[in-house]
C-alpha cells in the first residue's frame, strides 16, 4: 500500500496551531498492487496444498495398485497349489514317455543291427568277381580285413572298384595291391574297409 501525503508536515502542524480545523493528510491508495502484493501468500499456500493433495492421491494409487497386486500374487500361488498334483503327472507322464522312446531307439538299433549282417554278406557277394575267392575274413569292431586269391590282377581290380562303388556300405577301403604266391600262379590280396550300417 503507498501513502501519500499532498500536505507537507509543517502545514499540517501550522493549521492545528490556529485552532483551524484539523487537516487530514490525503492518503492514495493505488489498486492492483497492494491486492496483489497481499494475494500472493495466499497462492503460494494454495499450490502447496494442491501439490500435497496431488501427492497423496498418487500415494494412495500406488499403495492401492501394490495391495491388488498382492492379493493377486496370492491369488495365483493358490491356484498353482491347486494345480500342482496336475503338473507332477504331467511330469511323470513325460519322463514315462522319455524312457520308452529310449527303449523304442534301442529296440530300432538292435533290429538294425540284426539285418546289418544279411545285408553285408549280400552286397559283399553282389560285389566279387567271378574269379576272386576269399580265404579269410577278420572282424575288429565295424572295421572289415579280407585275404583272398585271384588268377588275375584285373578280377581284384574289378573287386576293388566294386566296393568303391557301393560306398553307402563301404568306407575307407584300403587297397595296398595284390602280389603272386610263391612257386604258384595264384595272386595273394588284402582289402580293409569300415562297414557302414546303411539299413
Same mark, same amino acid.
Given at each position: =500500500?503507498?501513502?501519500?501525503?499532498?500536505?507537507?508536515?509543517?502545514?499540517?502542524?501550522? %493549521?492545528?496551531?490556529? %485552532?483551524?480545523?484539523?487537516?487530514?493528510?490525503?492518503?492514495?491508495?493505488?489498486? %492492483?498492487?497492494?491486492?496483489a502484493r497481499s494475494s500472493l501468500p495466499i497462492a503460494g499456500v494454495l499450490i502447496g496444498l494442491l501439490g500435497v493433495a496431488g501427492s497423496?492421491?498418487?500415494?494412495? =494409487?500406488?499403495?492401492?495398485?501394490?495391495?491388488?497386486?498382492?492379493?493377486?500374487?496370492?491369488?495365483? *500361488? @493358490?491356484?498353482?497349489?491347486?494345480? $500342482?498334483?496336475?503338473?507332477?503327472? $504331467?511330469?511323470? /507322464? #513325460?519322463?514315462?514317455?522319455?524312457?520308452?522312446?529310449?527303449?523304442?531307439?534301442? =529296440?530300432?538299433?538292435?533290429?538294425? *543291427?540284426?539285418?546289418?549282417?544279411?545285408?553285408f554278406m549280400e552286397e559283399l557277394a553282389n560285389s566279387l568277381p567271378e574269379d576272386v575267392v576269399f580265404t579269410k575274413i577278420s572282424q575288429?569292431?565295424?572295421? /572289415?580285413?579280407?585275404?583272398?586269391?585271384?588268377?588275375?590282377?584285373?578280377?581284384?581290380?574289378? /573287386?576293388?572298384?566294386?566296393?568303391?562303388?557301393?560306398?553307402?556300405?563301404?568306407?575307407?577301403?584300403?587297397?595296398?595291391?595284390?602280389? #603272386?604266391? @610263391?612257386?604258384?600262379?595264384?595272386?595273394?590280396?588284402?582289402?580293409?574297409?569300415?562297414?557302414?550300417?546303411?539299413?
Open positions: =500500500m503507498i501513502r501519500i501525503n499532498l500536505l507537507g508536515d509543517a502545514l499540517a502542524q501550522a %493549521g492545528t496551531k490556529k %485552532g483551524g480545523a484539523e487537516v487530514q493528510p490525503m492518503q492514495v491508495y493505488v489498486e %492492483g498492487e497492494g491486492a497423496g492421491a498418487y500415494a494412495l =494409487m500406488l499403495f492401492n495398485d501394490v495391495r491388488k497386486l498382492n492379493e493377486e500374487q496370492v491369488r495365483l *500361488q @493358490a491356484e498353482a497349489k491347486k494345480y $500342482e498334483p496336475y503338473l507332477q503327472l $504331467e511330469k511323470t /507322464f #513325460r519322463e514315462r514317455k522319455q524312457q520308452l522312446q529310449r527303449k523304442e531307439d534301442v =529296440m530300432n538299433a538292435l533290429k538294425r *543291427q540284426q539285418a546289418l549282417p544279411v545285408h575288429k569292431g565295424m572295421s /572289415f580285413t579280407i585275404e583272398g586269391e585271384s588268377r588275375s590282377f584285373e578280377a581284384v581290380n574289378a /573287386f576293388y572298384n566294386n566296393l568303391q562303388s557301393r560306398n553307402r556300405w563301404f568306407q575307407k577301403i584300403n587297397y595296398p595291391g595284390a602280389s #603272386r604266391a @610263391a612257386n604258384s600262379n595264384v595272386l595273394v590280396f588284402k582289402i580293409s574297409f569300415d562297414l557302414q550300417n546303411a539299413v
